[in-house]
């Protein structure tokens, strides 16, 4: 047994080792980062949305991303020294490091509250800050928490020590509770039921100063026995002084300074970020959305931009006519107009520039059939072409009115877009110079995809429509009206796939029959792409992508970013890309595997796991439907411990993990002949 855990232990570290899917806009890194923390002028910490973090060791020159044990949102990180660290994040999340960031071990809060803030005096006593009366205590490293007694009703937004004794928390309907034990007991003063206290900082044991709704601001200078209440000029959160005329703060995504006492404040550079940490009292750290990440060395009057983007259009489709060139197309909104950005790429998608941006009708796809003529086409029928790599785009007359979705083309002459409602599909046979409908219908039509020819496939959202003649004629097929379909891919004339609205469905005769392949999934599948009849990628909403390796019978669902992919395109079996909102744009290089260099997983697997992420239940079946065989099951945690075991004679086999903390497990399938080993995810 101690050889099966340092084997799965090992398994577990290359698991969080490597990453499958790399950004490439912005760059290098585009999630939202949401807080930041230094150990020291060298050494620091971001962390963001979907498990995502980052670390620093001289001091934000180049940042090195940590995998964590958890796709939860990361509010607030904080160390205590060097090595000892927490986090937490959304529904009670709580983890910690003891080895500079290396590893983490899940935390149990015993709340599912939003936590608001962090603070810790010492590597194991410290406090966090929630919603509901939550005000947590530990003083053995958060080996347990304790909630303080407060009053419930208030939700607490920070948390303020100035000693090991004396701290102050600031809350709803404002009012601050202050602690002369070191968090034993709090007393609170009365306020005012209509505003919430959001940040409160004290320099010293009497001198600090809360900040609330409305501009309200209060000021002590004899420990919180009497306040002074004044009006500030704007809203003010997460504030620190320096002295008392001098202090930092947040407004509006916006670093802020007062030199008055906090009655008014400026900005001072550095927009866009949703958190700052002083490193010192002029080196300042900022953090915000799309990878912002900022920092200043002289106050704030400047700062740089780690992160780099090309572009922050929110990009609508994806196509490569080589293995090198590629372009995106995306739009944006400025001064209540709407503009284009094509972007391209001339080396396989590790860098991106902007080949053209022009006020225009929004596009919402786009199809090169060589590396110099393309097409895109979008809203109000528009459709253009470009013949010289998309530095310039002449208008096609489409003669229809309506958006268009979805260009193919099967050869350089022949090409296909449809029109989502009423539903119509255009073709040309001259390089887009004349367009004619050969097909229209009262149903929105959802996605096209030709495998020659002569042979095609388009889907509105209850039925799938078919051509064997080049689009002159096709047949209608009723699929359950109950549900929504959105794209469509076939790898073959036989073999396809349908996509949806929590729905996977496959055929492999062409489309007489369909499988329904949907258990899988708890997310709306919005594009699909397969490499071969075996290798396939759905990308879904919330940022989720689904990969199979073995034809759609069981999935893997990972979460490269919280952004919604809109497009996904793969140059051959291993180099992929997908484009969103906000300028995203990501590349894999090994086929989108969960392992970069090692994957310990089989390719010819034994056993589906489902539904995975699971929440109450989970269910273990046999791929190749093995009516019976013997084996047990054991889970481990992500600290090495194992949590679970069970024996069994029959598969399907359905168990309960409604009791496991959220996180990352592995589950360890062992016969008399064979062992196999499946990533789990508990999230509930």
């Known amino acids: 047994m101690k050889k099966l855990i340092l084997a799965l232990s090992l398994i577990l570290s290359t698991l969080l080792s490597f990453s499958q899917w790399e950004w490439r806009n912005p760059y290098p890194f585009g999630d939202v980062l949401i807080d930041v923390n230094f150990t020291d002028e060298n050494t620091g910490y971001v962390v963001g949305a979907d498990g995502f ?37 959304d529904e009670g999340f709580i983890m910690k490091t003891t080895d500079g960031g290396n590893s983490w071990q899940i935390q149990e809060s015993g709340t599912t509250e939003t936590f608001n803030d962090i603070f810790f005096l010492n590597e194991n006593y410290g406090f966090i800050a929630g919603n509901n009366g939550q005000l947590l205590r530990t003083t053995n490293g958060g080996e347990t928490w304790q909630r303080a007694f407060i009053d419930i009703y208030s939700d607490v937004y920070s948390v303020h020590f100035v000693n090991n004794n004396v701290g102050y928390a600031a809350a709803s309907m404002r009012t601050v509770f202050k602690t002369v034990d070191g968090g034993n007991t709090w007393n609170s003063t009365s306020g005012d039921p209509y505003l919430d206290l959001l ?34 000029n704007r809203p003010i959160k997460k504030m620190q002084f320096i002295d008392e005329l001098t202090g930092y703060a947040l407004s509006y995504n916006e670093l802020v300074k007062t030199t008055n006492g906090g009655t008014t404040w400026n900005p001072i550079g550095m927009d866009g970020c949703m958190s700052y940490y002083f490193a010192n009292l002029t080196t300042i750290y900022g953090v915000g959305g799309y990878g912002r990440l900022l920092k200043s060395e002289d106050s704030g009057m400047t700062s740089t931009n780690y992160t780099f983007s090309v572009s922050s259009a929110s990009f609508m489709d994806v196509h490569f006519p080589d293995e090198n060139i590629g372009f995106a197309v995306g739009y944006y909104y400025d001064s209540n107009s709407t503009y284009i950005d094509i972007v391209k790429t001339e ?31 979008g809203n109000y029928g528009d459709i253009f072409k470009t013949t010289d790599a998309g530095n310039s785009w ?21 090409g296909f877009v449809y029109g989502e409602h009423p539903g119509v599909i255009l073709k040309t046979t001259n390089a887009g110079a004349i367009w004619d409908s050969v097909y229209s219908t009262s149903k929105s039509i959802r996605g096209i995809h030709f495998v020659d020819e002569n042979i095609g496939f388009a889907i509105t959202t209850t039925t799938m429509l078919k051509t064997i003649d080049g689009g002159t004629n096709w047949t209608e097929t009723d699929f359950d009206p109950e549900n929504i379909f959105l794209d469509v891919f076939f ?26 392949l949907s258990y899988s999934f708890n997310s709306y599948l919005l594009n699909i792409f397969f490499i071969d009849e075996n290798t396939g990628y759905i990308s879904a909403d919330g940022g989720h992508f689904y990969q199979t390796n073995n034809g759609g019978i069981g999935w893997t669902d990972f979460y490269p970013t919280n952004l919604t992919s809109t497009s996904l395109w793969f140059t051959n079996n291993l180099t992929g890309f997908a484009v969103g909102r906000d300028g995203c744009i ?36 046999s791929v190749n439907q093995k009516p019976g065989v013997a084996a047990t099951i054991s889970i481990f945690s992500f600290d090495g411990r194992q949590v679970y075991t069970r024996r069994f004679d029959e598969l399907p086999l359905q168990f309960d993990v409604g009791a496991f903390s959220a996180g990352l497990y592995l589950m360890h399938i062992e016969t008399a002949n064979s062992s196999e080993t499946r990533k789990l995810i508990i999230s509930n």
């Not at 940040?199 to 009497?206: E, G, P």
């Not at 790898?491 to 329904?516: A, P, R």
Request: hydrophobic share 35%.
């Open 53 to 89: 973090m980052l670390k620093t060791i001289d001091a934000g020159l180049s940042w090195e991303e940590i995998e964590t044990p958890i796709n939860k949102n990361l509010k607030h990180v904080w160390f205590a020294n060097a090595e000892t660290g927490y986090v937490t994040g």
């Open 586 to 621: 990501f590349k894999t290089t090994n086929g989108g595997q969960v392992f970069a260099e090692h994957n310990v997983f089989p390719d010819n697997e034994e056993y589906s796991l489902y539904p995975n992420p699971a929440k109450s239940t989970i269910t273990l079946t």
């Open 394 to 414: 002449d208008t096609l007359n489409s003669k229809v009115n309506r958006l268009l979705s979805d260009l193919v083309f099967i050869n350089e002459n022949t």
């Open 199 to 232: 940040s409160i900082y004290f320099l010293d044991a009497n001198k600090g100063y809360v900040a609330g709704e409305a501009n309200f601001m209060m000021k002590t200078i004899n420990g919180g026995n009497s306040w002074t209440h004044f009006q500030s």
């Open 491 to 516: 790898v073959n004339q036989n073999v396809g796939f349908i996509c949806g609205y929590h729905k996977l469905l496959k055929t492999t005769d062409g489309g007489t029959s369909w499988t329904d």
């Open 347 to 377: 080396d396989a998608g590790d860098t991106w520039e902007v080949v053209y941006n022009e006020m225009s009708n929004y596009m919402k796809s786009i199809f090169f059939t060589d590396v110099n003529t393309g097409y895109i086409a």
